[in-house]
């Protein structure tokens, strides 16, 4: 068994030299420390909440036991002084990340977040490893966060200014040349997507969250929604190359616009002998339902105008949505329809899933995911079969600031015989919400 100890606390955050933001960080710094697991070795995670406001940890994209997810669905949050003990066996090698389901707009823009990485003895074997976690923040003229909430916020979600990588605003990478490592990338933004390009140069994508894809995958560019990983293999370089490490432009179709904005830059050094064996196969992912298979749920993702809040973010027409139950080992075929004029990035909590098609159209390549980007007006056909673990799950937006405002999706797992109360459930936790 692994124990890691993790504080949350106000931190001193030293986004480049001399300048620090007032922000969180779990155990002083950010990102958090990067937690190395195996697949199947139990890891056990000592919290202690030393912020002055509650919080809770979520293990986004692990598939835990639902009483271990970390929302406030299925554990009272944390508060201040007090600790928490989360414990699971991480089941599947990845790269993954760990951020607060409590307050999220604020608390993961102050800082609080970090990797999660598992692995098992079939990985390719590379030059060098680096674990990149891209995020933006927002500061006033004073260097201080800008304030939270307002309508552009609450329409876009928060986008800032400063590009962090590893938390360092537009850092240096140093590679040598004729090297090829593997660059494990997370998206922690509130609600930025990354579409990375690396000096406009080829990089191979060889896994995405749930792990490697089949086989290797050449690109010369990607998209990462929030929340969103790849795991990618970058170079060979030659000596004295500099390469942008940039987010190009993309239009999610929000108010504020951006064009390509770098986030690092990578500078190749002297050549060094490369011991990289990257095999053409990675594993198999057998499919879990052809293209075509008859959807057994449809979740309608919308944007409305609200005389009270301005705007809401629903799924089904509901804020904050209870959807029907799904049982164990049933095959899960869902249509996601965003009917919204803009996109949003759709996180599934605990499950991996299968996407079958976008409006009709097969993926590039089939891949295990957590989160998938839903263009304006499509609908995205997923697949995705519940094991055996019961409890309160959800779905969501990963634009935090929409997730807030309500677009999500609460569900139960239930065990075959068993009778649902999802109602009951949610009363149960009610008061939990009001705290
Ligand atoms: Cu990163 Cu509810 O999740
Ligand atoms: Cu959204």
Request: proline letters at 9%; a negative charge.
């Amino acid at each position: 068994m692994k124990i890691v100890k993790l504080e949350a606390r106000p931190t001193a955050w030293e986004i480049r030299p001399g300048q620090a933001v007032d922000g969180y960080g779990y155990n002083g710094q950010v990102p958090g420390p990067v937690i190395e697991a195996r697949a199947g070795e139990p890891l056990e995670i000592h919290f202690t909440n030393q912020l002055p406001e509650p919080t809770t940890i979520h293990w986004h994209g692990l598939r835990v036991p639902a009483a271990m997810d970390g929302t406030d669905d299925v554990q009272p949050v944390v508060q201040p002084g007090e600790t928490f003990v989360y414990r699971f066996t991480p089941s599947d090698a990845g790269t993954f990340w760990y951020h607060p389901h409590t307050n999220e707009t604020e608390q993961l823009e102050k800082g609080l977040y970090g990797a999660l990485i598992v692995r098992d003895a079939a990985e390719p074997v590379t030059d060098g490893e680096r674990v990149l976690v891209f995020d933006d923040l927002k500061l006033d003229r004073n260097g201080k966060l800008a304030p939270f909430g307002g309508l552009k916020q609450r329409h876009d979600g928060r986008e800032g200014d400063v590009r962090l990588v590893n938390g360092r605003a537009e850092p240096e990478l140093a590679m040598a040349a004729n090297h090829v490592e593997r660059w494990r990338i997370i998206n922690a933004s509130s609600a930025r997507y990354v579409r990375l390009s690396i000096g406009g140069r080829p990089f191979r994508i060889i896994g995405t969250d749930g792990g490697l894809i089949e086989r290797p995958v050449t690109v010369t560019e990607a998209l990462l929604p929030a929340a969103d990983r790849l795991d990618i293999l970058v170079g060979p370089f030659e000596e004295g190359e500099t390469l942008a490490v940039e987010a190009l432009r993309y239009d999610r179709m929000t108010i504020g616009r951006r064009g390509t904005e770098p986030f690092a830059t990578l500078r190749v050094g002297p050549a060094a002998p490369s011991g990289a064996v990257i095999p053409s196969v990675l594993r198999a992912i057998p499919a879990l339902a052809p293209a075509d298979a008859a959807p057994t749920r449809t979740v309608k993702m919308s944007v409305g105008p609200s005389l009270r809040r301005g705007l809401d973010f629903l799924v089904n027409g509901e804020r904050h949505h209870q959807d029907r139950p799904v049982r164990v080992g049933e095959l899960q075929i869902w249509d996601i329809r965003n009917s919204s004029l803009m996109d949003h990035p759709f996180h599934l909590h605990g499950f991996f899933f299968q996407v079958l098609s976008v409006d009709g159209e097969p993926p590039a390549f089939r891949s295990w995911e957590d989160v998938v980007n839903l263009p304006p007006r499509s609908t995205t056909r997923i697949a995705w079969i519940p094991d055996d673990r019961p409890g309160s799950w959800m779905y969501h937006c990963h634009i935090l600031e929409h997730h807030q405002a309500g677009m999500m999706g609460h569900f139960e797992v239930v065990r075959e015989g068993a009778t649902p109360h999802p109602a009951a459930h949610r009363h149960a936790h009610a008061h939990q919400h009001h705290h």
